[in-house]
């Protein structure tokens, strides 16, 4: 009966052992496929930046959203107009938070507003849209849109690097299981 037992437990543990030996195996492959996608991923986003940027002046938007509206507002606002520039295919160099200011004259019968600012590369020919998308905010008082020149190299912004994780052999992991089991 003794024997019987000690035979079904090796067995089970034989089982239990092969069952986590191919779940280790099926893990780390689908862990490296999945750092393949990104890094994919990444090069194709580098490449279509990198083609678009023939196109590209340095801009600085400077804008006066109304003192009526709360600082979160006139952050979202901010923030909106960022995410219009990125989506249109811009890089956003620079971003200045809203502050509040009195104003030399009035503008629009409002003696405040907050002020803010934002540095970025856009295509040219896409300036347009930006104009009109700013325009057509009702919180926007004032906007000044120019090209700036660039003094220096622009520098891309840099690709996150996936860390390749220690790769383990399978005789540790077959020791470590073992004084994991034999001492229980």
Excluded at 41 to 70: C, G, V, W
Excluded at 85 to 113: C, D, H, Q, S, Y
Excluded at 130 to 152: G, N, P
């Amino acid at each position: 009966m003794f024997l019987k037992t000690e035979i079904l437990l090796s067995l089970k543990y034989d089982a239990s052992y092969k069952l986590l030996r191919n779940f280790d195996a099926s893990y780390k492959l689908l862990r490296n496929f999945d750092a393949s996608y990104k890094l994919l991923r990444n090069f194709d986003a580098s490449y279509k930046l990198l083609r678009n940027f023939k196109n590209m002046k340095f801009y600085e938007l400077t804008y006066l959203i109304s003192s009526n509206a709360p600082l979160e507002e006139a952050k979202i606002l901010a923030e909106n107009i960022a995410d219009f520039i990125r989506k249109g295919g811009g890089i956003v160099t620079e971003m200045k938070n809203p502050f509040k200011g009195k104003l030399a004259f009035p503008i629009k019968k409002e003696r405040e507003a907050f002020f803010t600012s934002i540095d970025f590369y856009f295509d040219s020919e896409k300036t347009k849209e930006l104009a009109e998308k700013i325009k057509s905010e009702d919180k926007v008082l004032r906007t000044l849109l120019f090209k700036k020149k660039v003094f220096k190299k622009m520098e891309l912004p840099k690709i996150p690097e996936i860390k390749k994780e220690e790769k383990v052999a399978l005789e540790e992991i077959e020791k470590k299981l073992e004084e994991i089991l034999g001492q229980a």
